[in-house]
């Protein structure tokens, strides 16, 4: 059902084209992370205008991830800070998560706000959603991007020109070595029960 109703979406909005060109960035709360710690990695959206058409109504995107380096943990649709620009009456909004391809996850959002308080509400720039992961496997875990289809607060298509990539590095913990000074105390109190003994 899912797939069919994205499908019509995307179908109506390749019909209509708009100009506007949005940039989709991906943030990770890390650049480097130890294993077993989470990474937060946020997708925000941003070459809008606050308060002014076109805002977004819908997008349909795609997270690539390495999934044998990381495990997803967690959504939380929307921005922490501004809120979710997709629900701004707080009528919510058709929100649909895919993870069952391998390494792939479908985000879908469709808000019900009306068009005038999307043009007139919406802020410029925004998270759409954040994902956490569960680091599971030491390495460079990548992450990209791509959109299925973007459309604005009536329906007409919106252009992505530019779309993020990241990369993490997830470091294996590491076994913490003796401090030298602790070897150098280990190795006098050896010597002074040699002394000892070759006293006796």
């Given at each position: ?5 994205a ?18 960035d991906l ?52 921005d ?5 620009q997709?629900d ?9 998560s895919?993870a069952?391809?391998?390494g ?13 308080n ?55 913990v ?6 030298a ?6 190795g ?10 070759m006293?006796?």
């Amino acid at each position: 059902m899912k797939k069919i109703f994205a499908t019509l979406i995307a179908l109506s909005m390749s019909f209509t084209l708009n100009s506007q060109a949005l940039t989709i960035d991906l943030s990770p709360s890390a650049q480097e992370l130890q294993l077993g710690d989470n990474l937060t990695l946020d997708v925000k959206v941003s070459d809008l205008t606050d308060t002014t058409a076109p805002s977004l109504g819908v997008y349909d995107l795609n997270l690539m991830f390495d999934a044998t380096r990381v495990s997803i943990s967690n959504i939380i649709w929307g921005d922490a800070v501004k809120g979710n620009q997709l629900d701004l009456n707080g009528f919510g909004s058709l929100q649909m998560s895919d993870a069952s391809n391998f390494g792939i996850l479908n985000l879908f959002e469709l808000s019900f706000d009306d068009v005038w308080n999307l043009n007139n509400l919406q802020a410029g720039s925004f998270s759409l959603f954040s994902v956490i992961f569960s680091t599971i496997a030491a390495d460079p875990a990548e992450f990209t991007l791509g959109v299925n289809a973007l459309g604005d607060a009536n329906g007409d298509s919106l252009l992505a020109d530019s779309i993020g990539t990241s990369k993490v590095m997830i470091n294996a913990v590491a076994v913490p070595e003796p401090a030298a000074s602790f070897l150098f105390l280990i190795g006098l109190i050896a010597l002074g029960f040699a002394r000892i003994k070759m006293q006796e």
